[in-house]
């Protein structure tokens, strides 16, 4: 309990959650190396942005302005688990599967370095939506690509920055993290296909234990 | 005792009337059921094209009867392929005869046979397609002998339309007319059987014109991979592509032309063709769906067919509701001049007011709608009811530009159907053109209409923009004050310090 006390009392939340963030958007290069070489990233940094995207992405099912949607319901009925296991399970994946294929490609980047990567790439994303959430209650049809500037802007910026920040993790030069790009998108490909089939399989076997102890127990 | 006897029997015969009373008023609900026709409007729940969902709407059209073969004091009518409706007359196509009756259904002529111009009698062959002119002047479409008969309005014959001179199509391909319309000028349109480059256009003195408002051919991009890389000798194998013919057309009465594709896959099925032959249908635009029939649609279905509508027929009444006929599920669908659908009803079955094989469907006078129903063998006839008129009359109004009247129709439909998104579009703009934006913004929201709403919005914005522009200019006044002073202490007490 005390070292959670005086961990708390060295945490400085401005410089983890506004200047370190700034200073990786200002240089990305420099500050994703700080990132991996002087622990200036924080995990508590990445898993709070994890649950700031879950939030953001109910709130924007929820609250996004009529011009954008097209419909309107006034008991919207929004699916809140499902949301959030759509926010978190594709970072996982991905960081899985980039993970999986950096290993065996000389990717210098540990499993906890790609989570940081993927949550500071998505800090500047998730104002961009915010500002574009906004804005989406504001506009008419036609000033409506106001609004969904932002929204295309942050997925840009969030590629971006993601891209950048796995080169420097990862230690790699441009062709070669491309090619990491193209790999990674197959293992995550390859995954879902995996667990597909591992749930479509499980699934009869799940049955055909149930039918057995219906059975058994029918006869008993 | 004798008095008690009959008390029991007064008993008996008071019982016995209740009970049948009971049962009769039971026997004409039910009657009243069985007529009852399944209607819905299409509610709009999501973003996507396929979000839509059908909700219980009450049916526009209540059911007459049936007009039978004997009704109409002919033998059959088992090949019934088209109808027609002009102000006094019903034409009725049955195999080869032509039936016309007036508007009660009473048999005026039938016409069997021809006498032509060699003076000789020739019986008629099966007859697809009718069309009458506003002169009363009948044209009918003999598919089998590849000819197109014109006859006065007294019934007698005109003219007989051959293969049109100039027809550029190849020689072992017959021409085979399967619907006519025609226009106020005189220029006749076909959708003949086997022709592909779209409606042939015959000009009033019987040549051909041209080819009008071609059907693009649809195919999936991998089928253009694999003719792609596909030799000379492998493509002239292989089978042609060709596009879904158009299945009925219409004129409506500023000459333009309506047409229908029966096609399983396409997106645009009803066309609205200019003189030049393209599509100038009108649709929504915030939605961005052509009106199509059906948009929910069961994919796999057990009792009712899937896919998408396949529309047969159409007929356009005065104020520009058109209204067309899904063959594949027996429905009736409505539209505005806008696109928007005004309601769909009608099912497949065999008891009253149900449809086996519609073939046809026409407007007849303001109120009234005609199916042909070749699995029934009968006309069904319908009438326009309370609900139904309201609509009509609304559209009538808004196609008047008086959107006040139309405002007052839409609100008595809401009455009826509270889910009838159309109608509060319909409040809206009037609301709108009254200058009351801020309740007109919220009839668009319940409406669901992005452009009405968008304009709403703007004025609203506007007015909340202009009604607090004080308070804005307070704000900011007081931000750039706030600056300016925190930069004057500042300096100040830098001075001071440098000072010291």
């Known amino acids: 309990m005390n070292i959670l006390f005086q961990n708390l009392r060295v945490t400085d939340l401005k410089e983890d959650f506004i200047t370190f963030p700034l200073y990786i958007i200002s240089r990305p290069f420099k500050g994703f190396s700080d990132l991996k070489y002087e622990n200036r990233g924080k995990l508590y940094f990445a898993i709070t942005m994890m649950v700031l995207m879950c939030l953001f992405n109910i709130c924007d099912e929820t609250y996004r302005g009529f011009v954008l949607t097209g419909?309107?319901?006034?008991?919207?009925?929004?699916?809140?688990?499902?949301?959030?296991?759509?926010?978190?399970?594709?970072?996982?994946?991905?960081?899985?599967?980039?993970w999986c294929v950096t290993a065996v490609t000389d990717g210098n980047g540990a499993m906890k370095q790609i989570l940081m990567v993927y949550a500071y790439a998505s800090y500047p994303r998730l104002f961009l939506n915010i500002i574009g959430l906004i804005l989406s209650n504001l506009v008419t049809a036609e000033e409506a690509a106001f609004s969904i500037f932002f929204y295309s802007f942050g997925m840009v910026a969030f590629l971006f920055y993601l891209f950048v920040g796995l080169i420097v993790i990862h230690e790699y030069s441009f062709t070669k993290a491309l090619l990491m790009v193209v790999l990674t998108v197959g293992a995550m490909c390859i995954i879902v296909f995996v667990l597909a089939l591992f749930m479509a399989l499980s699934n009869e076997v799940i049955t055909f234990f149930s039918i057995v102890f219906k059975e058994l127990t029918m006869r008993l | 005792m004798k008095s008690k006897a009959a008390w029991g029997l007064h008993k008996k015969i008071i019982f016995c009337i209740i009970i049948n009373l009971v049962f009769t008023v039971f026997i004409v609900q039910d009657s009243f059921a069985s007529v009852e026709i399944t209607s819905y409007t299409y509610y709009r729940y999501g973003g996507d094209s396929d979000d839509y969902y059908p909700v219980p709407a009450p049916c526009?059209?209540?059911?007459?009867?049936?007009?039978?073969?004997?009704?109409?004091?002919?033998?059959?009518?088992?090949?019934?392929?088209?109808?027609?409706?002009?102000?006094?007359?019903?034409y009725i196509s049955s195999g080869n005869k032509i039936i016309i009756t007036d508007h009660n259904f009473e048999t005026q002529h039938v016409i069997d046979s021809i006498v032509d111009n060699n003076g000789q009698r020739q019986d008629l062959t099966d007859i697809s397609g009718l069309w009458v002119t506003d002169d009363g002047e009948l044209y009918a479409c003999e598919p089998n002998k590849g000819r197109i008969l014109q006859f006065t309005k007294e019934w007698k014959l005109e003219r007989i339309l051959g293969r049109p001179d100039g027809l550029i199509i190849s020689e072992?391909?017959?021409?085979?007319p399967l619907k006519v319309a025609v226009d106020s000028v005189g220029r006749i349109y076909v959708v003949a059987n086997n022709i592909y480059e779209g409606l042939v256009e015959i000009n009033p003195d019987g040549t051909f014109s041209r080819y009008f408002g071609k059907v693009e051919i649809k195919y999936a991009p991998v089928q253009l991979f694999w003719r792609m890389i596909q030799t000379q000798a492998q493509r002239a194998r292989s089978a042609e592509w060709l596009p879904v013919n158009f299945s009925n057309i219409t004129i409506d009465k500023d000459d333009f032309v309506y047409a229908t594709v029966a096609g399983s896959n396409e997106d645009k099925p009803i066309r609205k063709l200019n003189a030049k032959g393209n599509n100038i249908l009108r649709y929504p635009a915030s939605t961005d769906i052509a009106p199509q029939g059906d948009l929910y649609i069961n994919r796999y279905g057990l009792t009712v067919p899937t896919g998408k509508s396949i529309l047969t027929a159409i007929d356009i009444n005065d104020y520009g509701i058109y209204i067309v006929l899904d063959s594949k599920r027996s429905r009736v669908f409505a539209y505005d001049d806008d696109g928007y659908m005004l309601y769909a009803f009608g099912e497949s079955g065999t008891t009253k007011g149900r449809l086996q094989m519609p073939v046809d469907v026409k407007f007849m006078g303001d109120d009234k709608l005609l199916i042909a129903d070749r699995g029934n063998m009968s006309i069904e006839v319908y009438e326009l009811n309370e609900y139904g008129r309201h609509i009509h009359n609304a559209v009538k109004y808004q196609a008047q530009s008086d959107y006040r009247a139309a405002a007052e129709e839409w609100k008595k439909v809401v009455d009826y159907n509270p889910s009838f998104q159309y109608a509060y579009v319909g409040i809206g703009k009037a609301l709108y053109r009254d200058g009351d934006h801020d309740k007109a913004q919220q009839y668009f929201l319940l409406g669901q209409d992005v452009d009405y709403y968008s304009k709403a919005f703007r004025k609203t914005r506007q007015e909340f923009i202009s009604d607090n522009f004080s308070l804005f200019a307070i704000i900011v006044v007081a931000i750039v004050m706030g600056i300016a002073v925190c930069?004057?202490?500042?300096?100040?007490?830098?001075?001071?310090?440098?000072?010291?």
């Open chain 2, 60 to 90: 526009p059209y209540n059911y007459v009867g049936s007009i039978y073969a004997e009704d109409l004091n002919v033998d059959n009518l088992r090949k019934l392929t088209s109808l027609c409706v002009s102000d006094d007359y019903v």
């Open chain 2, 487 to 500: 930069k004057t202490v500042r300096y100040i007490k830098f001075k001071n310090q440098v000072e010291a």
């Open chain 2, 172 to 176: 072992n391909v017959s021409y085979q």
């Open chain 1, 71 to 98: 419909y309107y319901m006034k008991n919207k009925i929004i699916n809140t688990p499902y949301i959030i296991v759509m926010t978190i399970a594709p970072a996982i994946l991905f960081i899985v599967s980039n």
